[in-house]
């Protein structure tokens, strides 16, 4: 019984803490400037990658794992491109990927996600978009039979994101990210995961 409410109380102190984050990192974009005019001009290709971390919980219909867990996780890879349709607007493709340790294996948990991008002003922007889930066994961890599946479903990802600097078409900005997804695993099982992080972005745009 006292483990049960151990478990409890540190997923509610992990959930305070990453709602605390992304409250910082939304508050800091009212910091700018009121003035909505663009100062920089955005056009043609967009890419990013991210480095950062955060926090996964995974949750298996079979029972192995539960949301009570939580682990830390590290980005890898969290990617973006996209196409500026206008100074403001983007259409991108994002890969987020997650490292997390399942039955003492690493794991990737990431996606391919259709997405758009928007600047609410010349700084801030937020993100998100709807796609493909992919759960994988990390790339240098795969063992045959033990830790070679790959599984796939779905993802809803939405991040924030404000750029702290910028010189031309080059920008680092400090984002926070939230990813639900679900993937299908054989014997009728499946898989969720939540996900939340915390970046610095790399930008050329």
């Not at 100062?39 to 890419?47: A, E, K, N, P, V």
């Not at 002003?121 to 045959?144: C, F, M, Q, T, V």
């Not at 910028?166 to 400090?174: E, H, P, R």
Request: proline content about 2%.
């Amino acid at each position: 019984m006292t483990l049960i409410k151990m478990k409890t109380i540190k997923k509610q102190i992990l959930l305070k803490m990453a709602c605390v984050a992304f409250a910082l990192v939304s508050s800091t974009t009212y910091a700018q400037n009121t003035n909505s005019e663009i100062t920089t001009q955005r056009d043609g290709f967009i890419f990013e990658f991210v480095v950062g971390g955060g926090l996964i919980s995974i949750e298996d219909s079979a029972g192995i794992q539960t949301f009570d867990i939580s682990q830390g996780t590290f980005v890898f890879p969290d990617l973006k491109f996209g196409y500026m349709l206008n100074d403001r607007l983007a259409i991108t493709a994002a890969m987020p990927g997650n490292i997390y340790e399942f039955q003492d294996n690493d794991r990737n948990f990431g996606g391919f996600i259709p997405s758009v991008q928007y600047w609410v002003k010349d700084r801030w922007w937020i993100h998100g978009g709807i796609g493909l889930a992919i759960d994988s066994p990390a790339l240098y961890d795969i063992e045959d039979n033990v830790n070679d599946d790959w599984n796939f479903g779905y993802a809803v990802m939405a991040s924030t994101g404000y750029e702290i600097y910028k010189k031309k078409n080059f920008a680092l900005n400090v984002q926070s990210k939230l990813v639900l997804g679900s993937v299908s695993l054989d014997g009728n099982a499946d898989r969720d995961a939540v996900i939340f992080n915390v970046g610095l972005g790399i930008s050329w745009l």
